[in-house]
């Protein structure tokens, strides 16, 4: 408890600027650190415990380390983490260009594309993500056979059995992306609200077009918002792809590891591979997410890469070298 | 400085009007802005828009380039009827992208600039009539650096919008409009969200532009520049127009009561 006087009692020491006044700086303040005992003694206790958990999985012959690293660049293992990476990265593009769409579709003056842009997102966030992988696993026997042609009217153009048509892997992609597009959509909406009406308005006064002003104008900045949820979405997804081994029917990074260890029961050294490969990607992906967001920040002042002259520069080069592939233009 | 700033602008099509509002009536819900504005501005003119906040000048301007929808009346631009196509005596919405086209040869400068944050100031000069015109990009270079070079911004060419001033920003936003080469430009209160000693560099170019013959319709609360570039001035008060005349007239010799009080408030 302080007294309620201290204030009075002890006032600032007043500090002599002498007679020149502003130009004799006082001394900078020298003062001893505040002592955090208590955050020391945490930091040992926790750093103790650390310490003793990788000691002993390090030491445990269960771990078999030695088949982890025998097993972490093999092949077999090396071809199904691509396949990972595949589903990945396929499966956030269909995301993500299915996410922008349903985004515009759901801010649109339009009740129908607003309203089924709603019942999507509905539908695809309101089941789970496990149970629509089997569902487009089993999609060859609710519809055996796929066609082209317009629907209510008769008309086909062609027809090709299902399975051939959607293969392990492609119903893998549509199971996740598709579900992804649900998500997305939302993280696109958000950041398209984000940007301020005043640019559409400057966008339309110029005579640009409603595509024009989106891809132009107004996605860009969107990016700057949009990009942390969606590597977070892509981390998540990257994970995600592991379900699919419920179909066993898409050799990523999981269902491999998971049919070798049914027959050699090497188990845990065989999991502690597909986690590594899984942390690795990660950390590749929060690498290149951090230049995205750059990319997308510029102008933003955050965090400038390029000076002015630097721009200015570039520019004027490239105005150099295009002067120079096209002569007799303008000057 | 040698060069004209709206060099090359389009030039009217006759000697009708370049701005035509008959009756032109507009509300927000239940609420009127606009409750039966005529208006004419002819091709050079420079054309203030006076008036209290919420007095309509600014919705009458976003009107003429059809940023708004006007609920009644007509409104016509070069002899262009905004957003409508005529057909017999029947009105039939415009596509928006004939709008659009209308809309690029009318330029308007915001108050709050609305540069595109993510491009530099040749950027934002540059997008409009590369994409829009499709104009060669070497060719939309060489215009913008003259433009951004005649609003005294040499030096700025490839700097982000962040990092000018607003008066810097806001004379971006008169090249970019320029660059469109206008036959018309509307200022929506251009220098009032500019740092006092900023909106004289504004003011300049603006008066430039003036006198080079540019068609302009500005709302502002700079009676300076009203009486000083102006050649009408009209007052809007409750969304109607209280006085119109020449500057001498309306700011010098006010016939109506609510310019003089508002004359009386803005010049004390």
């Known amino acids: ?93 269909v995301g993500a260009v299915g996410g922008t769409l349903l985004a515009i579709m759901r801010l649109s003056k339009n009740y129908v594309l607003s309203g089924l842009s709603w019942l999507y997102i509905w539908f695809f966030r309101g089941t789970p993500v496990y149970v629509q992988i ?109 379900l699919v081994a419920v179909t066993g029917s898409v050799l990523e990074l999981f269902t491999q590891v998971s049919h070798l260890y049914s027959q050699n029961f090497k188990i845990m050294p065989l999991l502690i591979v597909a986690s590594l490969w899984y942390i690795i990607f990660t950390t590749l992906f929060t690498i290149g997410q951090h230049y995205l967001e750059r990319h997308y920040g510029r102008g933003f002042g955050t965090n400038e890469t390029e000076t002015a002259e630097k721009r200015a520069q570039k520019r004027l080069q490239s105005k150099v070298t295009a002067d120079v592939s096209e002569p007799g233009n303008w000057d | 400085m040698t060069q004209e700033l709206s060099a090359g602008h389009a030039a009217s099509t006759s000697g009708q009007p370049m701005v035509k509002a008959e009756q032109v009536w507009k509300s927000f819900g239940k609420l009127d802005v606009l409750k039966g504005v005529d208006l004419v501005v002819k091709p050079k003119e420079t054309f203030v828009l006076l008036g209290p906040s919420g007095g309509g000048k600014s919705t009458l301007l976003r009107c003429i380039n059809h940023l708004e929808k006007i609920d009644a009346g007509r409104l016509w631009v070069d ?149 000083e570039a102006a050649d009408g001035v009209a007052l809007m008060d409750g969304g109607v127009i209280v006085e119109m005349g020449p500057p001498e007239q309306v700011l010098g010799d006010p016939k109506e009561e609510r310019t003089k009080l508002f004359l009386s408030k803005v010049l004390t």
């Open chain 1, 1 to 93: 408890m302080e007294p309620a006087d201290r204030t009075s009692a002890d006032a600032p020491p007043v500090i002599d600027r002498g007679a020149g006044g502003s130009d004799s700086r006082p001394e900078a303040i020298k003062a001893v650190p505040v002592r955090h005992w208590g955050r020391w003694i945490a930091s040992v206790v926790v750093l103790y415990i650390f310490a003793a958990l990788i000691y002993s999985l390090a030491r445990n012959q269960n771990m078999e380390w030695g088949v982890v690293a025998d097993y972490m660049f093999r092949p077999i293992i090396l071809k199904a983490a691509a396949v990972t990476i595949e589903l990945t990265v396929i499966a956030m593009i």
């Open chain 1, 134 to 242: 089997v569902i487009w696993s089993f999609f060859g026997v609710v519809y055996p056979k796929i066609f082209i042609g317009l629907p209510f009217t008769g008309l086909a153009f062609g027809g090709w059995a299902t399975n051939k048509v959607i293969g392990g892997v492609v119903a893998a992609v549509l199971a996740l992306g598709l579900n992804e597009a649900a998500y997305a959509a939302e993280l696109v909406r958000a950041g398209i609200i984000s940007v301020d009406k005043g640019q559409t308005e400057a966008a339309e006064s110029l005579g640009m077009s409603f595509g024009m002003t989106m891809r132009r104008i107004v996605l860009p900045q969107a990016m700057r918002v949009i990009i942390p949820p969606m590597g977070n979405e892509t981390i998540s997804m990257l994970k995600t792809t592991s």
């Open chain 2, 79 to 227: 002899g262009e009827l905004m957003g409508y196509h005529q057909r017999g005596s029947i009105l039939h919405e415009m596509h928006h992208k004939d709008v659009a086209k209308q809309r690029a040869k009318i330029g308007m400068v915001f108050q709050r600039f609305n540069l595109f944050p993510h491009l530099t100031a040749i950027q934002n000069v540059m997008e409009a009539p590369v994409k829009v015109k499709k104009m060669d990009k070497k060719q939309a270079e060489h215009e913008a650096e003259q433009l951004l070079t005649e609003v005294g911004l040499k030096e700025k060419l490839d700097v982000y919008p962040a990092q000018l001033s607003g008066g810097q920003q806001q004379r971006v936003a008169i090249a970019r409009a320029l660059a469109m080469k206008p036959k018309l430009m509307l200022f929506d209160e251009p220098t009032s969200a500019l740092d006092p000693e900023l909106v004289g560099e504004v003011l300049d170019v603006m008066k430039r532009l003036a006198h080079e013959g540019m068609t302009m319709v500005v709302v502002t609360h700079e009676i300076g520049f009203a009486r």
